[in-house]
């Protein structure tokens, strides 16, 4: 499921970049930094998080495959406001913020890439909102295997590779909670492993995260 707005000048903006290789827990784009380009994932998967001032680490989404990052600190010329590490080897296509800038703005996709970049805030924000924390954990595991999967059936497996430290700071839960949670998962397709999570039932889960469907 990748909609992102870019697909219309995607094998421009492929063309115009440079491709990089990322080790996992590598860093792929540094918080603070100015937003001197974006990047696309081609393959793998990656985490999204922020230092607070305090010290204190928020894991603030996963992305994977196909996924566009960076766009906002280069379209809003600001300093980037989160870090994007690597959970997995990841190629990624570095595009330069002119070329970039270049072609939204002549194909008028800004407006629409900035509000993509809202709806994945947004599916964050219902991540760690206060709905259940099995919902919440159903409708995070859901909508990143399905970006995963890509062009894949939807009954294939998708192997999410991240771990319970990251995935517990994310939902805002305690790892002990978050095994408990995982558990409750299984009948509806979460096989948990020590450094990944496999979705068999991508139908059951995305059922079962319903009601959070945004």
Known sequence: ?????????????????????????????????????????????????????????????????????????????????????????????????????????????AAQAVAHAHERLLESMVVQGNGHPSTRLAFALARLAERSQGDARPDERAVLCFTRLDLSRHLGVGRNTLSELLKQLEPFGVDTGRNSITITDLPALRAFASELEI
């Open 1 to 109: 499921m990748n909609t992102t707005p870019e697909r219309e000048v995607w094998e421009e903006l492929i063309a115009n970049s440079r491709r990089v290789r990322y080790r996992a827990k590598e860093l792929i784009l540094r918080q603070g930094e100015p937003g001197n380009h974006v990047v696309i994932i081609l393959d793998g998967q990656v985490k999204v998080q922020r230092v607070e001032s305090n010290g204190e680490c928020n894991v603030l989404a996963f992305r994977g495959s196909q996924e566009v990052l960076g766009r906002t600190a280069v379209l809003w010329r600001r300093r980037r406001f989160a870090s994007v590490e690597a959970l997995s080897s990841c190629q990624v296509a570095c595009v330069p913020a002119d070329v970039y800038c270049t072609a939204m703005a002549r194909t008028a996709l």
